[in-house]
């Protein structure tokens, strides 16, 4: 089998093998090409952490496998990140072991691609500015991910608290843009595409907020009870997502379909887009990407890695 490990991935894996590698699952996700298995997610009752498995089988990309790992929250006293993740893919043909590919930095490269892929799909024509709501490990990666998609000339930015927000100023200084924080007022009106990625447990963009075509990819929500966005959102726009069963369950649309507002059936795989079978944004003033995140992506993007270590003689192979 290969191995390839965490500190591997940097520099090997780029944005835009991820891009290539989630907008492919999506689509042979939709066509029922691939499935992902149920989630399992479980409190250790050790460490406080929570730990599980997200795995499925892409018969177009050939990648069978799955995620393992979870959340340590007690991690960072001693120096490692709190979401710790490494992926095994099995050989479809013969059930074989074929790679552990260190998952950490992979997770937040599939999870920026799936917002930029929503944002190429679904952003209204000429956006030009672009408002992030959250400013933690993740939101570098989102902007980054999402600036590379083109075309905007601004960043505007929120966070629930204020001292995370030179992160924020850092990434579009990077990444050659203006940045401002703003109020959530201002944001909802001004910007064109909305990333919000936090762990918020109540709405933070509310219905009012959010003025002129817009599209908003939610990403922090992926568990029961969280939630970033007010549902009356999601009633007045068109709502698409990774997975439909899991935007309906863990996803921000959770909350619009248990009030009634919205069904599961409203809920359009994005794959549908990226295929062509849906018009996606059509004459919608407001879209919403539900980013639950799906272990195919995961396992799409460990594969992509670890075809790029193979060409480049970085992967190790070892016998077990
Ligand atoms: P992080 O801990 O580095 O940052 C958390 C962010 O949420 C910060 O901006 C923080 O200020 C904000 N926040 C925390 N509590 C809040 C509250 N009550 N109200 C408003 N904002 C609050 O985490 P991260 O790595 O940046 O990840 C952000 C979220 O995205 C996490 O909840 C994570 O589970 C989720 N996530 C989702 C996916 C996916 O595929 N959908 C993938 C990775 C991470």
Known sequence: MWVLAEDRIAGLMTPEAAFDAVENVFAAMTTGKARNFPVIREALGHQDALYGFKGGFDAAGMALGLKAGGYWPHNHESGLINHQSTIFLF????????????????????????????????????????????????????????????????????????AMLPRLAETAAEIGLPFEAVDLDRLGAEADVIISITSAFEPLLLDHHVQGPTHIAAMGTDTKGKQELDPALLARARVFTDEVAQSASIGEAQHAVAAGLIAAGDITPIGDVITGAHEGRGGAEVTIFDGTGVGLQDLAVAAAALDLARQQNIAVQVEI
């Open 91 to 162: 050989d479809p043909d013969t059930g074989r072991i074929k790679a552990a590919v260190g998952g950490n930095l992979l997770t937040a490269l599939r999870t920026a691609a799936a917002s930029a892929v929503s944002i190429r799909h679904l952003a209204p024509k000429g956006a030009s500015v672009l408002g992030m709501i959250g400013a933690g490990h993740q939101s570098a990666f989102q902007m980054r991910a999402a600036a590379r998609i083109g075309g905007f000339q601004r960043v505007i930015g929120w966070n629930h608290d204020p």
